[in-house]
Structure formats: structure tokens, C-alpha cells
T-cell receptor
């Protein structure tokens, strides 16, 4: 049973560009959350998607947006990239019957 | 404002001994606490959790203790094994449902030496 899969694993972008990260949740999970982990920090909550809608949002600017598709997969979009957006972006999924998030291995984004 | 704090960035313990990882929180509304383990190039893996209605939860070699009055929790690993070497994150949430977002600490790197 595949867990949470994220793509790509690594990405290098230039300041000002836009990026899209992708996540496929664990089978049976319908909720997807995105976290940003900067170097030396713990993961920080960006937002959560459920039933194709943003259910909760953390303290991130509008440059960060997302989408959830009918098959529960999700995308994270970041516009007008800043050097400070360089981080590991983690996707976590959860299901309706038990608490607990399953995390993917993340996408390492480097902005130069 | 760091609502969940792990003040020890690193810890080194000999194999077979006890590892104690600490975590403090400031938001008294948090009522569910979790520990995650993270190896390099992998996502965090859930280890153990505790609800605020309990003060202790055990799972094999792992025990989490919660002191609500002190807003403090700790993870005990006994006995420590080399495979336990990883970064450990403490996390807290409001409620235990799937809608609950996690607030993480900055992590403690545990090294278990032979």
C-alpha cells in the first residue's frame, strides 16, 4: 500500500518564478495538509484541504495557494518566489476513521 | 511566537540507556500531543501520542509523559537503540480529529552511540 507520494523530490527555481508541488495521499485518506519546514525548524502548517476546499489556513501569505482534486490529490502553488521560500515542503494526509497524519518524504525547494 | 518548544537541539545517549526528550508548550488550549521521528530524506513518522486527559501513554519502548500544570511533556525511550538515532519532533493540536492542524517544535536530534 503506497503511502503519501510527493513530486518532484527536488526543485530549483529563480526568485520571482512560480512553482507547483504535487501530492497523492495515502489510499483511503481524504484530507491533505501542507507544511513548510525551513532549515533547523519544525514543520509549519500552511493549509489543509478537504472535499476540494481549503478548510484551514496557517499564517502564510496569499502567494501560497492550493487545490484538491476529486481523487483527493493536491497541489501547492507558490507565486513570486522569494529566497526565504527555500524549504522542505511536506504533504500529510489523514483519513476519516482514525487520527493521525501520514507524511510524504517532501519536496526540497531551493530558490536562487 | 513559538507555541511548542524543544529547548535541546541535540542529545547523545549510549545504547541500552534511557533517552529523555523534552517539550514545552505555551498554549493551554492544546489538548492532544504527538511525537514524530524523522530520518534524513524521509517525512516525519508518527511515534506515539497522548491526550490531555491522560498523564502517561506507553507503546513498547516508548513512553510519553504529560504534565499539564507545567505545560511539559517528555518522551522516554528505553532501552535506546542505534536505530533510534533521528530527529524527534514534538507536536500539539487542538483536538484529535483529522481537521486538527499540528503545531511542531523545532526538533531534537538524538544520537544513540554504541
Amino acid at each position: 500500500d503506497a503511502g503519501v507520494t510527493q513530486s518532484p523530490t527536488h526543485l530549483i527555481k529563480t526568485r520571482g518564478q512560480q512553482v507547483t508541488l504535487r501530492c497523492s495521499p495515502k489510499s483511503g485518506h481524504d484530507t491533505v495538509s501542507w507544511y513548510q519546514q525551513a532549515l533547523g525548524q519544525g514543520p509549519q502548517f500552511i493549509f489543509q484541504y478537504y472535499e476540494e476546499e481549503e478548510r484551514q489556513r496557517g499564517n502564510f501569505p496569499d502567494r501560497f495557494s492550493g487545490h484538491q482534486f476529486p481523487n483527493y490529490s493536491s497541489e501547492l502553488n507558490v507565486n513570486a518566489l522569494l529566497l526565504g521560500d527555500s524549504a522542505l515542503y511536506l504533504c500529510a494526509s489523514s483519513g476519516p476513521w482514525a487520527y493521525g497524519y501520514t507524511f510524504g518524504s517532501g519536496t526540497r525547494l531551493t530558490v536562487v | 511566537d513559538q507555541q511548542v518548544k524543544q529547548n535541546s537541539p541535540s542529545l547523545s545517549v549510549q545504547e541500552g540507556r534511557i533517552s529523555i526528550l523534552n517539550c514545552d508548550y505555551t498554549n493551554s488550549m492544546f489538548d492532544y500531543f504527538l511525537w514524530y521521528k524523522k530520518y534524513p530524506a524521509e517525512g516525519p513518522t508518527f511515534l506515539i501520542s497522548i491526550s490531555s486527559i491522560k498523564d502517561k501513554n506507553e507503546d513498547g519502548r516508548f513512553t510519553v509523559f504529560l504534565n499539564k500544570s507545567a505545560k511539559h511533556l517528555s518522551l522516554h525511550i528505553v532501552p535506546s537503540q542505534p536505530g533510534d538515532s533521528a530527529v524527534y519532533f514534538c507536536a500539539a493540536s487542538l483536538g484529535a480529529g483529522t481537521a486538527s492542524k499540528l503545531t511542531f517544535g523545532t526538533g531534537t536530534r538524538l544520537q544513540v552511540t554504541l
